[in-house]
T-cell receptor, first 115, second 116 residues
């Protein structure tokens, strides 16, 4: 069964500090991996998307890494801001051929940035 | 900015009542998804459409849930009769070029459903 596990479940950091969120997946064969940011009361918003051949991708202060061999990804947030407080969801898409498109979602890491 | 629009934003209803949630996908997107999000399960796929044709609704309880796309600008998710265990946030998402490096996938703000 395809699964995505995220850690930690929740995290509290001081404003200005860096943090790293982890994602392990068992999806195979693998097409791409995304990180989403979900603010309270809002829908998820895409931060990065990586195919299996990519190792790293950045979006401003967000940098995602991917190791397809160990089936692990991380999201690194640099110089955190109060607005980074949100849930971060790792989403993996298996390769399922034409006509089918399934995403497997992690349960997210809830990040709180405090002053 | 183009966005996925969901209505209503919040819905409180009593057990047994019919609930209809609506979604206006982004113009030009050919794929529409319905997801349900709870604290325990996270995001779960209920159904999705491509070019208005239903491709997968295996995540939906068939006896009470139905999803339709009467035209390219409207997708609906209906629950009849509703039950307390249906309480969750329901998200609609639309996208195109899915599975490619240029894919676009956007979520609406969700409908918070509470069934009493």
């Amino acid at each position: 069964k395809n699964q995505v596990e995220q850690s930690p479940q929740s995290l509290i950091i001081l404003e200005g500090k860096n943090c790293t969120l982890q994602c392990n997946y068992t999806v195979s064969p693998f097409s791409n991996l995304r990180w989403y940011k979900q603010d309270t009361g809002r829908g998820p918003v895409s931060l990065t998307i990586m195919t299996f051949s990519e190792n790293t991708k950045s979006n401003g202060r967000y940098t995602a890494t991917l190791d397809a061999d160990t089936k692990q990804s991380s999201l690194h947030i640099t110089a955190s801001q109060l607005s980074d407080s949100a849930s971060y969801i790792c989403v993996v898409s298996p390769y399922s051929g034409a006509g089918s498109y399934q995403l497997t979602f992690g349960k997210g890491t809830k990040l709180s940035v405090i002053p | 900015d183009a966005r996925v629009t969901q209505t209503p934003r919040d819905k409180v209803t009593e057990m047994g009542q019919e609930v209809t949630m609506r979604c206006q996908p982004i113009l030009g997107h050919n794929t529409v998804f319905w997801y349900r999000q709870t604290m325990m399960q996270g995001l779960e796929l209920l159904a999705y459409f491509r070019n208005r044709a239903p491709l997968d609704d295996s995540g939906m309880p068939k006896d009470r849930f139905s999803a339709e796309m009467p035209d390219a600008t409207l997708a609906t998710l209906k629950i009849q009769p509703s039950e307390p265990r249906d309480s969750a946030v329901y998200f609609c998402a639309s996208g195109f070029l899915l599975g490619t490096p240029n894919e676009k996938l956007f979520f609406g703000s969700g409908t918070q459903l509470s069934v009493l």
